[in-house]
Nanobody, 123 residues
Framework: QVHLVEFGGGSVQSGGSLSLSCAAS????????FAWFRQAPGKEREGVAA???????RYGDSVKARFTVSQDNEKNTLLLEMNDLSPEDTAMYYC?????????????????WGRGTQVTVSS
């Protein structure tokens, strides 16, 4: 079992930055890969960034060069640095954990999910 709790959402103006964190706990945390997903009202869930057990990262096309995913293994924390935010980034952001070795942006591979944190970007 893995328990995930997201922190750091909020409101920011266009062009601004926000940092999200996800605290992971549970017996299986050390063998998981992790990812961030987001979902805006009326839209499908979108893979934002993933980090595999080997540390390799993947990003969705819409956030490349603006978002950075990282992992603090000592603290079992997943981080997402978001820069140059735009209103199109407004969504609920979810942390997810998967037993798959590689970090994938495909939601069906993720077993554990947090409850999400809201990010709102105003123009």
């Amino acid at each position: 079992q893995v328990h995930l709790v997201e922190f750091g959402g909020g409101s920011v103006q266009s062009g601004g930055s926000l940092s999200l964190s996800c605290a992971a706990s549970g017996d299986s945390v050390k063998i998981m890969s992790f990812a961030w997903f987001r979902q805006a009202p009326g839209k499908e869930r979108e893979g934002v960034a993933a980090i595999g057990r080997d540390g390799v990262t993947r990003y969705g096309d819409s956030v490349k060069a603006r978002f950075t995913v990282s992992q603090d293994n000592e603290k079992n924390t997943l981080l997402l640095e978001m820069n140059d935010l735009s209103p199109e980034d407004t969504a609920m952001y979810y942390c997810a954990a998967s037993p798959v070795y590689d970090g994938t942006l495909r939601a069906q591979f993720y077993t554990y999910w947090g409850r999400g944190t809201q990010v709102t970007v105003s123009s």
